[in-house]
């Protein structure tokens, strides 16, 4: 099958999985909420390029970058009795693809505005970023060693709940939704290819039991860094709070004295 063949199959896939969504949203429209579509021939022309955009999209997926993920794992594991560079690529590759994320960044955008610049956009990009990488890096190590994904998820998510209690009420929100915007278009096919090529190469390894859960590593994982940050901005910004009560009190002590 020729790459213009592929391309005009996964075109044709494409159009079946939208078709149902495009059906609700026309049917509601025109049938529920009973108004007429407002400029038809712009919301046609980006369906369309929606379309033509997740074939192009899936079929890159397929030719390029879960072959990359597994020969990066293939070659990385090349060198037995050391996975130190895994770790590094798993971290970098992580954080990388996080920061890039489209997802991320609208809502990174969004929350900025709605927080009247409290929160930073760049600050919980790389919260986030952080928070991705350090999981999959901790997922590899997993996949390597062998240790069982439910004691790594079960303590993850203790922490998750400790901290909720303690983190800025108005930062947990965003710190769950955190966790759902890394699992999107640029993230998962690459950490997904990562997984697998790592069980695949490694001796004892099932690519179905262990080279899945890294996704599951890279949505825990930034809900513990989104609501550190909020906690390390909060205890900054009570430091100089704390510093000028400590010295009106002390100039208090020397006026009594």
């Excluded at 075109?11 to 949203?25: C, E, N």
């Amino acid at each position: 099958m020729t790459w213009t063949q592929e391309l005009i199959h996964v075109f044709l896939s494409t159009i079946k999985d939208v078709f149902p969504i495009a059906l609700i949203i026309f049917g509601f429209q025109l049938f529920v909420i009973r108004r007429p579509i407002k400029h038809p021939k712009k919301v046609f022309t980006g369906f369309f390029l929606v379309i033509v955009g997740l074939a192009l999209f899936l079929l890159g997926l397929e030719k390029a970058l879960f072959p990359i993920g597994k020969l990066m794992a293939e070659q990385l594991t090349a060198t037995e009795g050391s996975y130190l560079w895994v770790y590094i690529f798993a971290f970098m590759i992580g954080a990388s693809t996080t920061i890039a994320e489209p997802s991320l960044i609208a809502v990174a955008i969004k929350a900025n505005q709605v927080s009247g610049g409290g929160i930073g956009i760049w600050g919980l990009r790389i919260s986030v970023a952080i928070g991705v990488a350090v999981g999959i890096a901790l997922g590899t190590w997993r996949i390597v060693t062998g240790w069982p994904i439910h004691y790594f998820i079960v303590a993850g998510y203790i922490v998750v709940i400790i901290q909720t209690f303690f983190a800025p009420k108005t930062i947990v929100p965003l710190a769950y939704d955190s966790g759902g915007v890394t699992t999107s278009t640029v993230t998962v096919p690459l950490v997904a290819a990562l997984g697998l090529g790592l069980a695949e190469h490694i001796p004892g390894r099932s690519p179905l039991i262990d080279g899945f859960g890294l996704i599951a590593f890279a949505s825990l994982f930034p809900m513990i860094s989104v609501m550190a940050y909020a906690q390390i901005s909060e205890f900054r910004a009570k430091q100089p709070l704390r510093k000028r009560y400590y010295q009106e009190l002390e100039k208090l002590k020397q006026e009594s004295n």
